[in-house]
């Protein structure tokens, strides 16, 4: 079913996590915008939004992609940021032996000559099941799910976080870890 939030979803992804430039409004290092801030600029740029539609995206998005501050006074994304203004201080947590990342086989070669790298995101995102990496990778063409050595890539030093909304995320997997599932 298609979710009736998601154009609005999509243009508060594009500002808390790519342009909040864009409508006038600035995020601290973490990722935190207020909200009344966001709501009032929004409406100054023609894409009006109540502060209950807010409220229930960051609620019922399907990939809880938003997070509420605990004094509920300001938002952010929980992942996929690419904008300068941002670096959350992720906390380094130890992973589980084995993560998956979704990608489409066209890129298989450049991943087995580069490893994964982050792009355009400020981390490489990986997911803890097979069926959650497929989604992503379908995302992108004909998918391919990758097995990552989480384990060894975290004795040898490699940081992993878990994002607010349980994304796991490195800086890079060099080849040698990546195997084909
Ligand atoms: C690929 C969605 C060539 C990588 C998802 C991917 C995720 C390479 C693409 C989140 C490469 C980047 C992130 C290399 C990596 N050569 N291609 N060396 N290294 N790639 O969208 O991981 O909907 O930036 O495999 O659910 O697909 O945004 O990253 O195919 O959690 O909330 O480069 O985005 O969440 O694509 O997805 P993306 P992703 P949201």
Known sequence: MTDPHAPTSKFLSYILR???????ITLDSQGWANIDTLLAQAAQHNRPISRAQLLEIVATNPK??????????QIRAAQGHSTAQVAIAHNPVAPPNTLY?????????????QGLIAGSRHHVHLSADIP???KVGQRHG????????????????????????????????????????
Not at 18 to 24: D, Q, R
Not at 65 to 71: G, K, M, V
């Open 132 to 134: 959650t990496a497929q």
């Open 64 to 73: 809880k992609r938003f997070t509420l501050s605990a004094d509920g006074s």
């Open 18 to 24: 790519h342009h909040p430039e864009s409508i006038g």
């Open 142 to 181: 004909k998918p391919i799910v990758l097995r990552i050595n989480a384990a060894a890539m975290h004795a040898a030093g490699h940081a992993f976080y878990l994002s607010d909304n349980q994304v796991w995320l490195t800086d890079h997997v060099p080849a040698q870890y990546i195997s084909e599932e």
């Open 101 to 113: 990342h979704g990608t489409a086989t066209r890129f298989l070669d450049s991943i087995r000559s």
